[in-house]
């Protein structure tokens, strides 16, 4: 039987209010993880293998997207086309700011160019900002948003799971950016997981 309640229960063992920024990084990143791998089923555990994979930039290529965009489960396949038009529109951005050349370092996929992004619109005023550091934070506003989004119809389900892994990737990077912002994310992260887990237990139980 999957323990999906049991593992969205159990998370996270990180104490929020940790002053030293390179502890809680790794327990973010490492015991935080390793934790969650541990209960998950060999069949779930690929699929977590294959969120992780979006985030290095070395594997971000077409083919990695081609296969996200027609993986099994939802929240893979809607995370990264979301991931994709992002990264696009970013790209897009910075070539025009630089006078590259239109379509350069973008990864294109058949039938995409004509894809609806909703956020486009949102992103774009995020990436006019003039401040550096608060592009960054506009940008993975979004990214939590979205993960928000699609996870709100689900239950205690694999699909909340990855959702959790996915904040926690955004916090881990804050946690090396700007550590007060990485715990104030964390904190954060505590109350949405509770809150969560409280609010869909209830429905099961209804």
């Not at 912002?181 to 209830?202: H, M, P, W």
Request: net charge negative; glycine share 4%.
């Amino acid at each position: 039987m999957d323990n999906y309640a049991y593992i969205i229960a159990s998370m996270p063992v990180l104490r929020p209010d940790d002053d030293k920024a390179d502890k809680a990084d790794k327990l973010v990143a490492q015991d935080l993880l390793d934790e969650i791998r541990e209960q998950l089923s060999a069949r779930d555990a690929a699929v977590l293998d294959q969120l992780l994979e979006g985030y290095d930039p070395e594997k971000l290529d077409a083919e990695f997207y081609r296969k996200a965009l027609q993986h099994r489960n939802r929240f893979i396949r809607d995370w990264f086309r979301f991931d994709l038009n992002l990264r696009n529109l970013t790209v897009s951005y910075i070539n025009d700011s630089l006078g590259r050349q239109e379509g350069q370092d973008q990864v294109k996929l058949e039938g995409q160019e004509t894809e609806e992004f909703p956020e486009a619109v949102a992103a774009r005023e995020v990436l006019n900002c003039g401040d550096i550091l608060a592009r960054e934070r506009g940008l993975d506003e979004l990214r939590w948003k979205k993960i928000d989004d699609l996870t709100v119809l689900d239950s205690l389900d694999l699909e909340v799971v990855l959702g959790f892994v996915a904040k926690l990737k955004i916090i881990d990077r804050w946690l090396q950016l700007d550590p007060d912002s990485g715990r104030a994310l964390f904190r954060r992260l505590v109350e949405d997981i509770r809150s969560t887990y409280d609010n869909k237990k209830q429905k099961l139980t209804i």
